[in-house]
């Protein structure tokens, strides 16, 4: 296999298939490798591991076809370090050479093996408004479990046909966001999937970036398949493969509460910077994090992060408040992120008492909630 | 470990006197509070503690203790001493109200307490000077407030390490003799100049970690007092008693205590045991007994914000043998029926049940559950689901604890020995399932 390419495209091919390479899968043992496969001019960059995927597809200038394993981690390091400007690539049966201006690499090819594979999807690809759906995704896949020792299903985002549109919920059982993405067709009706978060975070990155890339905001579309085992996401010259989480995902539609006595309205950007001030006096251990303690009052509201060893913060912001003064703990990183999934200049948080589930929303949209369980400070 | 040391060091540096660690203790504190509660009491003696036929005296006020009663002497013994005392079963939610004000009290002059007991607590006031004056000051006016606002009396040693100030706590004390009650200093100072002395003249029994067997094998080499030990080198004492009680003996007999004021003292073991009125000899009650006791241990882990690797049970025969078995966790637990599972698992290892006279069940291995007591919740729980329906009580957390302590007493006591309760547990019949689990 030899080609020529350019430094920076072949880079973002590289790091882009290698978040997919995470060695999981070989018990550990090996490198992460990636798979580069010539056609042509054609060439594909596989990273995989046995539940991601990732394809990057690009073209480069061929002289000879061939399929061969590289060091991920490596090879990655190689290119960044270049000068922007050519690079060439040939591989023989046991080592990779990489070349560009007067450096030259000589990689030795892992022992020979294969990038493993999911079966393809089967149903029929739907085209998703690609930045909707990131929208979407960077709004819940904050509330995904972001380990899988405790309970697998909850490290996913269930994709949930509705009447309206396709809805997205994710919660790792002390808080869960939802999203309703109205006219959003994913699914056959009432159907649904659950999609690992981790394979949803590479997809809102993917479309992010190439978002901001293409200079008239305007995302590549976005195919998506699924079939019972796998689901594909299709950014043209990226692919995404995900083995789907089985369930069962909690109910949590029981877990809405029905009204809630008392709202709280203010500046979203008043209540985060605030929150990220109060959060520096926060002492985390292995078991437990410092609460901020918001005590709801006409006016505003005043938040208080005290701990033994470290002191005292309080800061009071203004915003408008309904209901019988209040003061509810939380975990001040679970309270900042839903606020900062919050698109509006105004964000509510609706309480019910010290011990139930507060929501924050925006304050003049309904597609969007964020419940959070308190914590209980004795 | 130095650092801090050395921070503490500054901090005492720059308060001057280097006098500042307060010990603070409540005048026969148990008693105190029930004259509070019944002014009737006043001036008589009055004893609290277990009032059945095996029970002992937890605290007994100065007019009692002039009659020789004292804490852990036999109910019997007391009452023979001194028939007229008002003997008192006590209410230790009551105490541990009281306590709560107290250190609430304690709280506003420095952040720096340690509660030891319901009635004791360290404070370090190195930082409290600008604002309350001298240590010296502190300690009257703490006194002061401590009667003032809880209508209690109490004694403050002040000195520069924590052995010296409970010392001086103590030697402020009332004393009561046959002759009657003669008042403390209620509030003792020992300067640094005059700690030696100070120290010396208490028996080395006073120091903490000497018993009554490390007492008694320095008193074979003839050393009775703090100031023996004191001119006893190191190496002498590590021979005498190993090496880190003959360290540790040594710094203590020669002023040095490096241990600091910790404002959030961490609980190392809870436990709670029950002497029965007569021996218990049915194995179903028996084993009624240990459940309650260990959900009741289990309730007060959950109080302390605490969960526990490790559950211990205690028992005392007719006949005064012992024995204690326990279990340890792969993750800590504060469940009371999980608790009371375990308990009931070590309970079966002993055997066939002969008269019981008391069993304890002891929770070790405690780990902060949420942070200073405090917990974030989940959702699951909360929805109100009901946690006996098949797979509505579904919660990460309980279901892993209910894991973790079946698979323990599984890997002990074989695959059979638990299982989900509705599996086993015929009301009134001890399972089947569990005697071939014993045998496996």
Redesign the interface.
Known sequence: MRFRTERDGLLEALSTASRAASGRGSGGTSTPSLQLSLHGNHLVVTGADPDLVIEVRSSVSGDSDGVVLVPARLLVDIVRSFEPGAVVVTSDDDEVRVTSGRAEFTVRIPSVGEVSRLSAAESEGITLPAALFADGLRQVVRAALADDTRAPQLTGVLMVATDTGLRLVATDSYRLAFRDLSGVSALSPSSEVLVPARALAEIQRLVGTRTDASKDAEPPPLVFHHGELDAVFDLGEVQLTTRLLRGPFPDYERLLPASYPSSFTAAREDLAAALRRVRLMVRDTKDATTPVRVSFGEGGAELTVLTAETGRASERVDGAFAGEDLTVAFNPTYLLDGIEAIRSDSVTIDVIDSSKPATVRAADEDDYRYLLMPVRVS | MSDLAASADARRGAAGCGLDILHLDMDCFFAAVEVLLDPGLAGRPVVVGGTGPRGVVASASYEARARGICSAMPTAVAKGLCPQAAFLPGSFARYAEVSRCLRELLTTVT?LVEPVALDEAYLDVSGSHGLLGSSVEIAHALRGRVRDELGLECAVGVGRTKLVAKLASKAAKPVAGPSGVVPGAGVLVVHEAAEQEFLGRHPARALPGVGARTAERLARFGISSVADLAVVSRESLVRLLGASAGRHLHELASGQDQRRVE??REVRSLGHEETFATDVRDADELERHVRATAGGVASRCR?A?VMARTVTLKVRYADFSTVTRSLTLRAPVASSSLFAEVAAALLRELGPVRGVRLVGVHASGL??????????????E??G?DPSGP?SG????RR?EVETVTEAIRGRYGARAIGPAAAVLVPGAAPASVDEGRRA
Not at chain 2, 394 to 397: A, D, G, L, R
Request: charged share 10%; hydrophobic share 35%; glycine share 22%.
């Open positions: 952040p404002p959030v109080n914000g780990v902060v559950d949420g942070g200073g007591g405090s917990r974030q919740l989940q959702l699951f909360a929805s689901f797979g579904w919660t990460v957390e892993s």
